[in-house]
């Protein structure tokens, strides 16, 4: 995370507002990221990760390569009418248009964003797991602008009794016979950020842009160090409370659970933060390589904890008997992820590339991951298969 | 768990209140577990475990060497005066004598007990934890006597809004500055059980007598398949409640985090179910082996799962690149341990024998467990040092 709010670049990209309401008005009809970009797994709603190969091109991931996990369709909002409601254990609620929010510190910070089910289809080899079936893809680092979470806060004045910060997004998902939002709640230490730490910011730009309609315009949060689905987009409640959220995505998902009934939910608490994990970006599985050098690259995230870094990665030919360390590359800035390359020998023996990765706060990348019924952080031994032919 | 209401043994223990209100007379006084029985890590409070040869020679595990887990002082109970209330969201609030609570249908079923700490030890090879240093004996396999919680909820008529059970001791622990039991919450589903699942019990007898002062007289529940702490000695007072116990010790302690400050708490949901486990018995660390045949023996606990079973056991002299599996001896029923045996071949290169279980709900022992500062749910692979000397 790198944070500048002296350096702030909301007159260059927002100027004030003006630039986000002429946005606004294509909202829903501006262009989406042409297919080409993103392999789409679902169109409707939207969810979609890059080619490998494309994403680890650079370490700011660009918004087209970006990947968009969402629950039902972009809501279409009007940013002149839009308002955040602050409520729950406030001193004073607040309704907030856009140009209040922005009237606040503005924060530029760089993080990356991973979803939990990020790499869910290899827990298929186990036993077949639903959702979006992710390949290596779900995971993007972009700079984001936006104000701070704990401001909003303050100036809402959060009781004593608090301990969650709830988010509500405008988003419309048929669940049941029912339409609910999407939601998530933090733990309000988070919110508050504390230290180096900004905490959660209220965002409504990206990598120097206007959010798109994909990725939450006009406002979403953005929890640096946790899943994804805690950055909630099209944000339009924020509810202050003493418990976590109730909502269906906070209580009865995204969870690690051997089955998905009722005791399931309740046995098991909220992900949050993500955890260390490492890809090859370089070459798709199953590739064709040539006997001799093969030269390697792909993305490491080290756990989502301030402060965490990658220790090492290590790519081996032999499944684990010996390990090359790999280079990183790309910036080395909290809550974000690098790249790496390394150079191994390859033989007609071999048959996989295995990937692993250590970071500083005692997280690894295991041998194997607890397979669990919605497929969420696998972040084993990351596995290419390939082909080597004699030169 | 071999759960026969048909064939109670109250009448035989029990007599109908008649001998525990005898034992109850010398409560407090009577006498404690001899020191040779059991290794005492802590003696105030008392904390101990079993010899592991001694733990390992019967399926059930009498009572002088089951492990006692306290964290203060044994609290006098007057089972005379003695009520359990139950309270919270229920229709009719319920204050029971002991004669009220032992009215109700008796179970006697079998079920292992473990602490969330067992082999706790092991984590300070990368990084030193705090709290009770167990070995392996932190389990147990006992037979336990008592009424099914569900009943008592149901005679006072659970809330439709409920979803979780507190627990309350009558034990007085200091805790900064206050004085506060030991408590938990089990989800409401557990409390209820369903089918074959008798779901909790409030148990007054322990392997056929009634229980001591060490393990919670004269009343405790007995929580199949969760961590030990969730089956809380002493109890006085039950509530229901929409939300999980805000008791320290389910709270704040037996949750998987990497720093103990507020936030880490926020993030962590309880840890309920104990996961596979297993360890070797039949020698201590360091054991002097001579070259040739050794015959091994430990215990091994499946997933705290309905219905889990052990897959298998193995045993390896070469650090995991071969397996031999272990045979199986002892009751395969739910919720309990089962114990296995080994004969494998050691050499004067053999200075390690590692075990590993499985079992049927996709549970594993991995070859290494995150450190977490609270140290728990330690189940990495076996390892016993050992020296070889040719025969």
Known sequence: MTSSPELTRRQMILSSGILLAGVSQTNGLQAQAPEKDLIFRTTDPRNAEPALNKLITSWITPTKHFYVRSHAPNPKIDPKTFRLSVEGMVDKPLSLSLADIQSHQEYTLTATLTCAGNRRAEFNKEGKVGGVQWDAG???????????????????????????????????????????????????????????????????????????????????????????????????????????????????????????????????????????????????????????KADLAGYVLPSGILGGRVKHVQVSVNNGKSWKKAELTGEDSDFCWQLWKASVQVTEETKEIVVRAEDSSGGFMPYRVPWNAKGYLQNSWYRLPVTVKAT
Chains 1, 2 share one sequence.
């Open 138 to 292: 779900a995971i993007g680092n972009a700079t984001w602008t936006g104000v701070a979470l704990s401001e909003i806060l303050r100036k809402a004045g959060v009781q004593a009794s608090a301990k969650h910060v709830w988010f509500k997004g405008l988003d419309e998902i048929t669940k049941g016979d029912g339409i609910i939002p999407f939601g998530a709640s933090i733990p309000l230490e988070k919110a508050l950020g504390a230290g180096d730490d900004v905490g959660a910011l209220l965002c409504y730009g990206m990598n120097g842009e206007t959010l798109t309609a994909d990725h939450g315009y006009p406002l979403r949060t953005l929890v640096p160090g946790y899943i994804g689905a805690r950055s909630v987009k099209w944000l339009g409640k924020i509810v202050v409370s003493d418990v976590t959220s109730p909502n269906h995505y906070l209580a009865n998902a995204y969870k690690l659970v051997k089955k998905t009934e009722s005791i399931d939910w309740s046995e098991s608490g909220p992900i949050y933060r993500y955890l260390v994990n490492a890809a090859v970006g370089s070459h798709e599985k199953g590739a064709e390589l040539e006997a001799g």
